[in-house]
């Protein structure tokens, strides 16, 4: 499975990786309100961290035990919040 652009594979290799960076608090957290609103329609929620202007995620599928086709849609429509 090709890995997005932009996205790392973990360290245990069951994972896609990638931080964010914004201009500040407010912009970061209107991005994983955006990012949440479409993990719940398509009912697949990524792992997420958030300090002042930077969101990291870690995105599998915990019953498939490794990434699957529907991480890499989730990192792909995070990608498209990110660039609004």
């Known amino acids: 499975m090709d890995i997005p652009d932009g ?3 973990s360290a245990d ?3 896609l990786e990638r931080s964010f960076h914004f201009a500040d ?3 970061a957290f209107a991005f994983l ?3 949440a609103m479409h993990a719940e ?3 697949h929620h990524p792992e997420f961290t958030s300090a002042w202007n930077r969101v990291d995620f870690r995105l599998t599928s ?3 035990g ?3 086709t529907r991480d890499v849609a ?3 429509a995070i990608d498209r919040l990110a660039a609004r």
Do not use: I, Y
Request: proline fraction near 0%.
């Open 13 to 15: 290799g069951k994972a």
């Open 41 to 43: 329609k398509h009912d």
């Open 33 to 35: 309100s955006r990012v």
């Open 7 to 9: 996205w790392a594979a």
């Open 66 to 68: 490794g990434v699957t």
């Open 62 to 64: 915990h019953d498939q």
């Open 25 to 27: 608090f407010s912009e």
């Open 74 to 76: 989730l990192a792909g």
